[in-house]
């Protein structure tokens, strides 16, 4: 069984910065992937960010890229995401996943097998 536990969210200036913080108990499998989804009111669940845990490759939404950075911390088993440049839209509940690595799946696709409980950030015009 894995356990994931989210800190870092808050409320926050446009232009600021977070970093959001995912400590995991437990691994799924020897190589598995963990990732940042996030989910604004009214809108549906949308990938955010997402790190092959072993290799390391990162892969990024659009909306995000340039502004998020993924990263995790082989020694502490935590996966972080440092949030620059926020926007009012970013406002959401950001919630980690994690999964095994399946290359033939997409990596934003929604139905990770473990869930963290989310953690709200909210960023103010």
């Known amino acids: 069984q894995v356990q994931l536990v989210e800190s870092g969210g808050g409320l926050v200036q446009a232009g600021g910065s977070l970093r959001l913080s995912c400590a995991a108990s437990?691994?799924?499998?020897?190589?598995?992937?963990m990732g940042w989804f996030r989910q604004a009111p009214g809108k549906e669940r949308e990938f955010v960010a997402a790190?092959?845990?072993?290799?390391?490759?990162?892969y990024y939404a659009d909306s995000v890229k340039g502004r998020f950075t993924i990263s995790r911390d082989n020694a502490k088993n935590t996966m972080y995401l440092q949030m620059n440049s926020l926007k009012p839209e970013d406002t959401a509940v950001y919630t980690c996943?994690?999964?095994?690595?399946?290359?033939?799946?997409?990596?934003?696709?929604?139905?990770?097998?473990?869930w963290g409980q989310g953690t709200q950030v909210t960023v103010s015009s």
């Open positions: 996943a994690v999964d095994r690595d399946n290359p033939y799946l997409p990596v934003g696709r929604n139905n990770y097998a473990y």
């Open positions: 437990g691994r799924p499998s020897s190589s598995y992937i």
């Open positions: 790190i092959k845990w072993s290799i390391g490759t990162t």
